[in-house]
């Protein structure tokens, strides 16, 4: 048994591809999962308590822990009653042998550029609500979610984190005082964000043209033609989907469809913290 193990090992490595060809000819993946079955999640909400809101995402064996620290700043001309939503996600060494240590990698930087539309698009916060006294001060939400552990699919359980830190995070009320120019806060008083719409993101790929795979994992994303994310609001509306490589609309639509079913189960999960 250990020598079949060490050549299954060997085989994985040394031609991924015909490895991961062999189990979907059988309709099963390396992890033990059919194509279109998702992983196991686990949302845990005020992980950390030196934030003002913060939730931990397990997605199989994806882990995204997320804090959210509210700051007082000055609004920018162009939006005066407005505040600021900053989120932004971190993919350290530690969380998986392909990132390096030093400055966020390219890779970091365009996921944190999605989840930052894909919230914005959503308006999970119409950013009015975080002004305190228009063109003096306004609340700065920093999202900041962290990957302590990558198996791939990061982007749906780092969405899914932002959203329940976001949910679990209060604010003290707060007073601009015109006379002396300074703002106060009353932390005995806190309130919650006034969220609206929640996302949530489905995610699936294409291997060989023609097999879907919900939930990819790392092993399988570097052997994708194509990469679709659905993302649905907690009605199960659609709010956006994209897609990076070519897929027909058939493939599109069934990914759709696959979302929408899984969101009936997963999305009563997903906003109950």
């Not at 991924?16 to 189990?23: D, G, H, I």
């Not at 989840?115 to 003096?136: D, F, M, N, V």
């Not at 989907?241 to 999305?267: F, M, N």
Request: aromatic share 6%.
């Amino acid at each position: 048994m250990a020598v079949a193990h060490v050549n299954a090992q060997t085989f994985q490595r040394l031609d991924p591809r015909a490895y991961l060809e062999r189990f979907l000819a059988e309709q099963f993946r390396p992890d033990g999962r059919v194509p279109n079955e998702w992983r196991d999640l686990h949302v845990h909400v005020a992980s950390i308590s030196t934030a003002d809101g913060s939730a931990l995402v397990r997605l199989g064996d994806t882990t995204v822990v997320c804090g959210v620290k509210a700051e007082i700043a000055e609004p920018v001309l162009e939006r005066p009653t407005q505040g600021f939503l900053v989120p932004n996600i971190d993919l350290p060494a530690m969380c998986a042998p392909r990132f390096k240590p030093g400055p966020p990698s390219e890779e970091a930087q365009v996921l944190s550029d999605r989840l930052a539309s894909t919230l914005t698009a959503a308006g999970i916060l119409p950013l009015s609500e975080l002004c305190i006294h228009p063109e003096r001060a306004a609340w700065v939400l920093y999202v900041d979610a962290t990957c302590i552990s990558y198996d791939g699919n990061v982007f749906d359980a780092a969405l899914i984190a932002m959203v329940a830190a976001l949910k679990n995070t209060t604010l003290p009320k707060a007073t601009y005082n015109e006379e002396t120019g300074l703002t106060t806060c009353t932390r005995k008083i806190r309130t919650p964000l006034p969220l609206r719409r929640l996302p949530a993101s489905y995610s699936f790929g294409v291997f060989d043209g023609t097999t879907v795979l919900a939930d990819p994992t790392a092993f399988e994303e570097p052997l994708l033609e194509t990469s679709i994310s659905i993302v649905l609001d907690e009605r199960g509306a659609i709010l956006s989907a994209t897609q990076l490589g070519i897929a027909d609309k058939d493939t599109v639509s069934l990914c759709v469809g696959s979302a929408k079913e899984r969101h009936d189960v997963r999305g009563r999960k997903i906003y109950s913290f």
